[in-house]
């Protein structure tokens, strides 16, 4: 079946280095996609977007990138900071419906 | 500032029990989400209604229903609640007019004994 799934479940930086979170999905027919922040005891909350005829788009400090041919979704964050550990989250759309990935969590060191 | 508010943060039921979670959005969107949410599963849709008494089983309806009497309002029922379905309970609401991003509630950890 069609699925949304992250590399790797935990990524541990520094304070001040760039973060790279990825994620694989499956379905080639999803046109949107989003990047969620989930920060403990919180629901999840929108970072950026991007859709499917767009390869990059830049936000404050992060920045998506779609790679169709892999059918590879990224999210760099920039100067990482203790408050943007939380976990992440790639979403896909398909039939209207958001298909989550299990989520990555980003633990910043100061 | 957009807004979603679920009913309760945390919840302990016994298992057989009724159990009604309740979201309120303020937005005056049409559609509105349930999801659980589990570690390593990631989120999960329940339910989901794109307006007013409307309703679709989302991924897994089985041992859920729900209600949408009012816009802003809709409500996750467990008719009949059981050990697993402890879990984070997420509603999110979307506007209808295209939209594609959902803002979520801060949830409400139900435990189920």
């Known amino acids: 079946g069609e699925s949304v799934g992250l590399h790797l479940p935990t990524l541990s930086v520094q304070e001040g280095d760039n973060s790279i979170i990825n994620c694989a999905y499956s379905n080639s027919a999803s046109d949107y996609f989003i990047w969620y922040k989930q920060e403990s005891g919180k629901g999840p909350q929108f970072i950026i977007d991007?859709?499917?005829?767009?390869d990059k788009r830049q936000g404050q400090r992060v920045t998506v990138l779609l790679n169709k041919t892999v059918k590879h979704l990224s999210l760099q964050i920039a100067a990482t900071q203790p408050g943007d550990s939380a976990v992440y989250f790639c979403a896909e759309t398909s039939f209207q419906k958001l298909v989550f990935g299990t989520g990555t969590r980003l633990l910043v060191s100061p | 500032d957009v807004k979603v508010t679920q009913s309760s943060r945390y919840l302990v039921k016994r298992t057989g029990e009724k159990v009604f979670l309740e979201c309120v959005q303020d937005m005056d969107h049409e559609n509105m989400f349930w999801y659980r949410q589990d570690p390593g599963l990631g989120l999960r849709l329940i339910y989901f209604s794109y307006d007013v008494k409307m309703k679709e089983k989302g991924d897994i309806p089985e041992g859920y229903s729900v209600s949408r009497e009012k816009k802003e309002r809709f409500s996750l029922i467990l008719e009949s609640a059981s050990t697993n379905q402890t879990s984070m309970y997420l509603c999110?609401?979307?506007?209808?007019?295209?939209?594609?991003?959902?803002?979520f509630g801060p949830g409400t950890r139900l435990t189920v004994l």
């Open positions: 999110a609401s979307r506007d209808g007019q295209g939209a594609n991003e959902q803002f």
């Open positions: 991007i859709r499917s005829n767009m």
